[in-house]
């Protein structure tokens, strides 16, 4: 063997792959909070109508849903879908970035003018709105409301594809086998399986398990309960979030209804 050629430092590497472990926290930090911020919120009719008087839309979309199919599997937020007539939801950019919706048929009172086709739209409170967007010179900014939050699924696809290859190709885990790792990761919404994975496991923090460890290893969590924890996490998670939306209100647990305008 070649004694004369250099000798890569193990600290130096867990050093190196600590760091990336960190970049990985920052990077579902970042995915986490950008989510939050531009998620859909529910607003009133009034605030609506206060917010395209005063220019406040920089962009809008019709629709009579909201739909999942199109987030991301870990950061997504539901997308506004209709067909048909125009309405009954709105929903709408702001400069700041977020973005809010309201159903149009809960109004106080509105007077529509004939300034608009009524026909296209769902009743006399989209109609309203519609015809404060073309007194304020807003319609040319009808369409999808993009969303800020596009580069999240970048990042989303970015953690997807890192923990993929470590669970798959990289060391062996000491807590679980890889199937427990994987199951648990991707069915845990919210990348919080990921977390827990880096805390728990530590990949990439450590040196080969020796054999004398090799009896230990053999008792790792099996797959088959890496699902079982994955599918409960998801559950307890959702229940968690429905009564924090309860006490805490839309503004704090942003989750416009993925089925149906209420």
């Given amino acids: 063997m ?12 867990w050093r190196w792959w600590g760091a990336l472990r960190l970049a990985l926290v920052l990077l579902w930090l970042l995915a986490a909070v950008t989510t939050w911020w531009t998620a859909p919120r529910k607003q009133s009719y ?11 839309v920089t962009a809008y979309q019709w629709g009579d849903r909201w739909g999942v199919g199109s987030s991301p599997r870990w950061f997504g937020t539901p997308a506004l879908q209709g067909s048909g007539t125009l309405g009954p939801l709105i929903a709408w950019r702001t400069p700041d970035g977020r973005v809010h ?3 149009t048929d809960i109004f106080g009172q509105v007077t529509t003018t004939g300034a608009v086709d009524q026909g296209s739209y769902s009743g006399p409170g989209a109609v309203g709105i519609a015809q404060d967007l073309r007194a304020a010179g807003l319609e040319h900014r009808a369409g999808v409301v993009p969303s800020p939050a596009s580069a999240v699924t970048w990042i989303d696809l970015f953690l997807a594809a ?4 470590v669970v798959v190709a990289g060391p062996a885990p000491v807590r679980g086998t890889r199937w427990f790792w994987f199951w648990l990761i991707y069915l845990t919404p919210h990348g919080l399986g990921l977390l827990f994975w880096l805390a728990r496991d530590h990949p990439w ?3 080969a398990v020796p054999a004398a460890a090799r009896s230990r290893v053999e008792r790792r969590h099996s797959g088959i309960l890496g699902f079982g924890i994955g599918i409960l ?9 429905l009564i924090l939306r309860q006490a805490l209100g839309d503004w704090w ?10």
Avoid: E, F, K, Y
Avoid at 162 to 165: E, M, P, R, S
């Fill in 101 to 103: 919706w309201t159903d």
């Fill in 162 to 165: 890192v923990v993929l290859g």
């Fill in 253 to 262: 647990v942003p989750r416009p209804d993925a089925s149906h305008h209420t």
């Fill in 46 to 56: 009034d605030q609506a109508r206060a917010d395209v008087a005063a220019g406040r």
């Fill in 2 to 13: 070649d004694q004369g050629g250099p000798v890569a430092s193990p600290g130096r590497a």
């Fill in 233 to 241: 996490a998801a559950m307890l998670i959702g229940a968690v979030l």
């Fill in 205 to 207: 923090s450590r040196p």
